[in-house]
């Protein structure tokens, strides 16, 4: 079983390494004790991303049912067969996730099935489960013996994975927008999107790093530095999307250049070692 579970682990890792470098490179800014479990998390939730973002062709539906059911049953038996699912479900009983924040995500997962608009109280909705609880399930894994220390975090992890996922709503834009008929915020129309109304959601994603900053300083230094990589990381891709005119959101995808991360990385690296953040 060790070694199964070795296995299952490493295709989470790969997964997340394969998907995401920025993210990869910022679970290995963690102390090692940690990474398995987050690993165990990203493989997870980027595989229920896939299922209704990239396999249009299929019935997604059906195949996101399957996956649901087979999430549940995992964590029921404590195995899979399903090496992504195995090593999530170890990870869920070995930290104690909340079945809340699990099923939260996949309702979430579930909505961008059936919607392509969203009021404001359906884009929370989504926003939690999308977002915030994987925030609160990695807090877990952080602090799963700490119960007063992750319920003091709770609030500045849920701002942080909101910030990370509306800077996310912008950068995709026009993917969401253009190829799957999807707008997060409402009342706005793409084809017309104007300065005051980009100022607007800025000014709430600005809002939302500043809340979530005070929590991540107080985070232990064995996961800090880690957390404050994928931090700042946002935050230069967030100022380069603030500078960029709104005809630009709907022509282009931004990202953070390669040499601009290892700047970062290292920058990052000084202000956590010395405790300046």
Not at 63 to 86: G, H, M, V, Y
Not at 173 to 194: C, H, P, S
Request: glycine share 4%; hydrophobic share 40%; charged share 30%.
């Amino acid at each position: 079983m060790e070694l199964y579970r070795k296995n299952n682990l490493d295709c989470s890792r790969i997964t997340t390494q394969n998907y995401s470098t920025s993210f990869s490179l910022g679970v290995r800014m963690l102390n090692k004790k940690y990474r398995s479990g987050i690993y165990s998390i990203y493989g997870f939730v980027r595989y229920a991303d896939e299922i209704v973002d990239t396999f249009f062709e299929q019935n997604q539906e059906e195949i996101f049912a399957e996956f649901k059911l087979e999430t549940f049953k995992a964590i029921e038996r404590r195995f899979s067969i399903n090496p992504i699912l195995d090593s999530f479900q170890d990870a869920v009983h070995r930290y104690q996730i909340d079945s809340e924040l699990i099923h939260a995500f996949l309702y979430s997962m579930e909505m961008d099935l059936h919607k392509t608009t969203y009021d404001p109280l359906l884009l929370k909705t989504y926003i939690y489960g999308s977002a915030e609880v994987v925030g609160l399930m990695c807090l877990r894994v952080f602090y799963a013996n700490e119960p007063e220390q992750y319920e003091q975090l709770v609030a500045p992890a849920r701002k942080l994975g909101a910030a990370f996922q509306k800077v996310n709503f912008l950068r995709d834009a026009q993917d969401d927008f253009e190829n799957k008929g999807r707008v997060y915020f409402e009342n706005i129309d793409f084809n017309q999107f104007d300065a005051e109304t980009k100022a607007q959601i800025e000014r709430e994603i600005d809002r939302d790093f500043a809340d979530a900053f005070q929590g991540l300083k107080t985070l232990k230094k064995e996961v800090r530095f880690g957390v404050y990589l994928a931090y700042i990381y946002y935050i230069r891709l967030f100022r380069k999307i603030k500078k960029a005119h709104p005809s630009q959101i709907l022509r282009k995808r931004y990202r953070v250049s390669n040499p601009k991360k290892m700047y970062l990385l290292a920058n990052a690296y000084l202000k956590n070692a010395f405790n300046i953040l």
